[in-house]
């Protein structure tokens, strides 16, 4: 079945600092690349996704880049704020009648 | 009030004990999940319904039950709760394609002694 890997599993960074996020997934089918954060005691909430017809999609100071050919797709951010630390999690819907299949998670930690 | 809406938030039970979690939404959506966190493994789903009469196992059924009661309310149960059950559960909802967002509850995390 379809399969999303996610690295690192944790990351620390300086505020101001860029921060990178990166996915792989398994189905080629696959259309459609959400990002999700997780703050500390709440629900995942989505904060940028990417369709398979696009390689590269941004929104202030995240952006999300897909490369279909190799099957991975990254998170971008830029100039990290403390706010920004949370767990973010990638994911993928594949061939698989809708079920969003999520990568492990990632840890980010931005120091002040 | 928040919008999907999971009870208990927090709970702590004996191996064997029957449990159950609790999810209502008020977003009017059709589509609604349990997933399972743990560290290190991400979410994984456990169950996922597209409408009242429609029940599907997601990768890790075994051990779990749902029942869908109304469009607004989707419950899990552990018939017979074992520690390896211990985790953080949310429950989500989405509009109707396959690309919809989810919402996310705030989650019940589970401890099974």
């Known amino acids: 079945g379809e399969n999303v890997e996610q690295h690192p599993s944790t990351l620390s960074v300086q505020e101001g600092d860029s921060a990178v996020i990166k996915c792989t997934y398994s189905?080629?089918?696959?259309?459609?690349f959400p990002w999700y954060k997780q703050e500390l005691g709440k629900g995942p909430q989505l904060i940028i996704d990417?369709?398979?017809?696009?390689g590269e999609k941004k929104d202030q100071r995240i952006a999300v880049t897909l490369n279909k050919t190799a099957k991975h797709f990254s998170l971008h951010i830029t100039e990290t704020q403390p706010e920004d630390s949370a767990v973010y999690f990638c994911?993928?819907?594949?061939?698989?009648?809708?079920?969003?299949?999520f990568g492990q998670g990632t840890e980010l930690s931005v120091k002040p | 009030d928040a919008d999907v809406t999971q009870t208990p938030r927090n709970r702590i039970t004996k191996t064997g004990k029957r449990i159950m979690l609790e999810c209502s939404q008020t977003?009017?959506?059709?589509?609604m999940y349990w997933y399972r966190q743990d560290p290190g493994l991400g979410l994984r789903l456990i169950y996922y319904s597209f409408d009242v009469k429609d029940i599907n196992k997601g990768e890790i059924s075994d051990g779990y039950s749902v029942s869908r009661q109304a469009q607004a309310k989707f419950s899990l149960s552990l018939e017979s709760a074992i520690p390896n059950q211990t985790a953080l559960y949310f429950c989500?909802?989405?509009?109707?394609?396959?690309?919809?967002?989810?919402?996310f509850g705030e989650g019940s995390r589970l401890t099974v002694l």
């Open positions: 977003k009017g959506h059709d589509r």
């Open positions: 990417i369709r398979s017809n696009v």
């Open positions: 994911a993928s819907i594949g061939n698989q009648g809708g079920k969003l299949i």
């Open positions: 189905d080629s089918a696959s259309n459609y």
């Open positions: 989500a909802t989405s509009g109707m394609g396959s690309t919809g967002e989810l919402f």
